[in-house]
C-alpha cells in the first residue's frame, strides 16, 4: 500500500495551446508535478561563424560539420550564457515533471555534453542516451572530416529514488517499426535508432523550420514513455513538431515558442492535424473500427 506521502494529489492544468513566450517564463507560470512528458529541443547552440568564441579570450576551430548551420539569434550564446540557460530552463523542466514522467532532450556534440552535466548538477538521473542515426545524412562536402551522421537523445528523470517513470516496455520490444533496420521484431530496442530525418509534405505544408524534427521519431518517444490522455510540453516548440505529434497519437500538448511566426507554423499544423484526426476517425468507424496507423516508422 502506498504511503500518504507518496500520494501526490492531481493537478488540474490548462492544455492544448502553443505560447508564443520564453519557455522558463512559461514553465514559471505552471504549477509542480503537472507534465506527464517534456520533449526538449533547445538551440544546439552551433549558430557559429568559421571561428568559435567561446569567451573574449579564446577562439576554437570551427565546429560546423555538416550540420544545417543557421545562423539564429537564438541558436548563438557566449559559452556561459548557454550553460546557464540550459541549469535555468532544466531546474523548470524538473519541477514541473511528474514522479510518473520522463523528459527527452535532443543534442549533438556542440551541447550535449554540456546539458549531460547540467542534468547531472540538477539530479535529473539519465535514463538511456539514445543514438539517432540517419543514414540519409548530408555528406561533407569539404572531406575534412567523417560526415557527421547521428544526433543524441538523453532520455532522463527528475531523480526520484523510486524510478516511477513511465516506460511501455512491450511497444518498445514488439511495436512494428518497419524502416529501423536496427530494430529486430520481437527484441528488446537498443539504444541506436535508424530512423531517416525525411519530412512528409504534410509536415512542411505550412512552412519550414531549419532544425525541424520528423513526426516520427516523436510519436516513437511519445509512446514510449506516456500514455494515452498525458500532457506533453514542448519548452522550444519551433515549427509545433512534439505538438503535432502529441496530437496525432491522443496526448495532449503545451508549448512555448519565442518565434511568433514558428507558432503560426505550428497552429495551422495543428489545425490540420485536427482536420486529419477527424477524417481517420470518420474512416475507420465507416471500415466497422478498421484501424490506420499513421505513426509507423
Ligand atoms: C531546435 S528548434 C525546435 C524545433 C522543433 N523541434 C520542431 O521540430 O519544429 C528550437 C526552437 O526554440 C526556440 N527558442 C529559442 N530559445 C527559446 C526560449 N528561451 N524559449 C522558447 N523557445 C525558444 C527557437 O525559436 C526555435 O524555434
Same mark, same amino acid.
Given at each position: 500500500m502506498k504511503k500518504k506521502k507518496d500520494i501526490i494529489p492531481p493537478v488540474v492544468i490548462s492544455f492544448d495551446y502553443i505560447r508564443n513566450s520564453n519557455c522558463i517564463d512559461g514553465m514559471n507560470t505552471l504549477p509542480s508535478n503537472c507534465i506527464d512528458l517534456i520533449i526538449a529541443d533547445p538551440?544546439?547552440?552551433? /549558430?557559429? /561563424?568559421?571561428?568559435?568564441?567561446?569567451?573574449? /579570450?579564446a577562439s576554437l576551430a570551427g565546429m560546423g560539420g555538416n550540420w544545417n548551420i543557421t545562423n539564429e539569434n537564438w541558436d548563438n550564446m557566449p559559452l556561459e550564457d548557454y550553460f546557464n540557460f540550459s541549469l535555468a530552463w532544466l531546474s523548470e523542466a524538473k519541477r514541473i515533471l511528474k514522479p510518473t514522467g520522463s523528459m527527452w532532450i535532443f543534442g549533438t556534440y556542440h551541447n550535449i555534453g554540456i546539458i549531460n552535466f547540467a542534468c547531472q548538477m540538477l539530479g535529473i538521473e539519465i535514463i538511456n542516451e539514445v543514438i539517432w542515426y540517419k543514414k540519409n545524412a548530408f555528406p561533407n562536402l569539404s572531406g575534412r572530416r567523417l560526415t557527421a551522421s547521428h544526433e543524441t537523445i538523453l532520455w532522463t528523470h /527528475?531523480?526520484?529514488?523510486?524510478?516511477?517513470y513511465f516506460f511501455d516496455y512491450d511497444y518498445s520490444k514488439n511495436g512494428d517499426f518497419p524502416s529501423d533496420k536496427l530494430k529486430i521484431p520481437g527484441k528488446q530496442m537498443r539504444t541506436v535508432w535508424d530512423l531517416s530525418n525525411n519530412k512528409q509534405q504534410e509536415e512542411l505544408k505550412f512552412g519550414k523550420h531549419p532544425t525541424q524534427k520528423p513526426i516520427k521519431i516523436l510519436t516513437r518517444i511519445i509512446k514510449l514513455s506516456s500514455r494515452p490522455g498525458d500532457v506533453i510540453l514542448a519548452p522550444? %516548440?519551433? %515549427?509545433?513538431s512534439e505538438c503535432v505529434a502529441a496530437k496525432i497519437v491522443g496526448r495532449h500538448y503545451i508549448g512555448f515558442e519565442t518565434d511568433k511566426e514558428y507558432c503560426r507554423i505550428s497552429e495551422e499544423r495543428l489545425a490540420y492535424t485536427e482536420k486529419e484526426n477527424e477524417q481517420i476517425n470518420l474512416f475507420q468507424i465507416k471500415q466497422g473500427g478498421m484501424s490506420i496507423d499513421k505513426t509507423r516508422d
Open positions: 538551440p544546439y547552440n552551433l /549558430s557559429k /561563424s568559421r571561428d568559435w568564441k567561446w569567451d573574449n /579570450s /527528475s531523480g526520484g529514488k523510486k524510478r516511477n522550444f %516548440a519551433g %515549427a509545433g
